[in-house]
Nanobody, 126 residues
Framework: QVQLVESGGGLVQAGGSLRLSCAAS????????MGWFRQAPGKEREFVAG????????TYADSVKGRFTISRDSTKNTMYLQMSSLKPEDTAVYYC???????????????????WGQGTQVTVSS
């Protein structure tokens, strides 16, 4: 079992920046691939970014590529999402997710991740 707790959300103006954190506890953090997802009102939860177990492999949704950066610090059991040049369409509840796997592939589908945080709200005003 892995427990995940997100923090760092808030209200920001368009063009601004925020950094989200996801603190993990429970099973060995280093054995898990991690991901960030988001869900806007009335929309399905969507993939934002993912990171491999070593932190070297990363992947991003096209909508955030070049603006968001995912990273992880295994010494702190924490994953981050640095968000820059934020747009109103980035407004959503952001969730972190984890999957224990021997594979190296970072998955983009919500169903692949059994562990989820409670979410943190990000609101970008125009």
């Amino acid at each position: 079992q892995v427990q995940l707790v997100e923090s760092g959300g808030g209200l920001v103006q368009a063009g601004g920046s925020l950094r989200l954190s996801c603190a993990a506890s429970g099973r060995t953090f280093a054995n898990h691939i991690m991901g960030w997802f988001r869900q806007a009102p009335g929309k399905e939860r969507e993939f934002v970014a993912g990171i491999g177990k070593s932190g070297i492999t990363t992947t991003y949704a096209d909508s955030v590529k070049g603006r968001f950066t995912i990273s992880r610090d295994s010494t702190k059991n924490t994953m981050y999402l640095q968000m820059s040049s934020l747009k109103p369409e980035d407004t959503a509840v952001y969730y972190c997710a984890a999957r224990s796997t021997a594979a190296a592939v970072v998955l983009r589908i919500t169903g692949a991740y059994p562990y989820w945080g409670q979410g943190t709200q990000v609101t970008v005003s125009s």
